[in-house]
T-cell receptor
Framework: GESVGLHLPTLSVQEGDNSIINCAYSNSASDYFIWYKQESGKGPQFIIDIRSNMDKRQGQRVTVLLNKTVKHLSLQIAATQPGDSAVYFCAEIIPVGGGADGLTFGKGTHLIIQP | DTGVSQDPRHKITKRGQNVTFRCDPISEHNRLYWYRQTLGQGPEFLTYFQNEAQLEKSRLLSDRFSAERPKGSFSTLEIQRTEQGDSAMYLC??????????FGNGTRLTVT
């Protein structure tokens, strides 16, 4: 089975509120994590990444938290805007021989921003 | 726009027909990847090129699938004898490193 997954398939938040998207992983060998945003009809777009030796990383309006103890990753989006509506995927890189198939995506959470 | 370009955007075909998709990567990227994505799922790795060499193939890539990157620039993905289960979005990505994939907007295949 997949080693990366998300707790909720759909998350609905009010515009202006903060949103938190969660992701669980099971492979303790994963050493790098990436969040992607995918808008309807488009390919995934890189948002933010974090290495396993970190527990927090901040970007513009986004923060990723990594809890290696419980193998949990979250993406926090501050002051959500209509343009944040998309499907969000977490992905992990497992350093198995450094191969391209070491990048594994989870199932995705659909974030809906209510006006 | 100098991003990853995929053609066509949509393809409808009848079961048993062959289809070919094209990907034009970002020009300075030597790495090119093909992924398949079904509704509600994350992309699944299919195959990877470094320059013109196909270095990795997923076990998802059956013998009906073939990919080429003849001059180390654009790539094609061909599916022979299409089946309904092949219906999906086929995504191409390019990069200089696995950590920095740039995805195209995909080709959506519908097999009827």
């Amino acid at each position: 089975g997949e080693s990366v997954g998300l707790h909720l398939p759909t998350l609905s938040v009010q515009e202006g509120d903060n949103s938190i998207i969660n992701c669980a992983y099971s492979n303790s060998a994963s050493d790098y994590f990436i969040w992607y945003k995918q808008e309807s009809g488009k390919g995934p777009q890189f948002i933010i990444d974090i290495r396993s030796n970190m527990d927090k990383r901040q970007g513009q309006r986004v923060t990723v938290l990594l809890n290696k103890t419980v193998k949990h990753l979250s993406l926090q989006i501050a002051a959500t805007q209509p343009g944040d509506s998309a499907v969000y995927f977490c992905a992990e890189i497992i350093p198995v021989g450094g191969g391209a198939d070491g990048l594994t995506f989870g199932k995705g959470t659909h974030l809906i921003i209510q006006p | 726009d100098t991003g990853v370009s995929q053609d066509p955007r949509h393809k409808i075909t009848k079961r048993g027909q062959n289809v070919t998709f094209r990907c034009d990567p970002i020009s300075e990227h030597n790495r090119l990847y093909w992924y398949r994505q079904t509704l509600g799922q994350g992309p699944e790795f299919l195959t990877y090129f470094q320059n013109e060499a196909q270095l990795e193939k997923s076990r998802l890539l059956s013998d009906r699938f073939s990919a080429e990157r003849p001059k180390g620039s654009f790539s094609t993905l061909e599916i022979q004898r299409t089946e309904q289960g092949d219906s999906a979005m086929y995504l191409c990505a390019s990069s200089t490193h696995l950590l920095t994939l740039h995805f195209g907007n995909g080709t959506r295949l519908t097999v009827t």
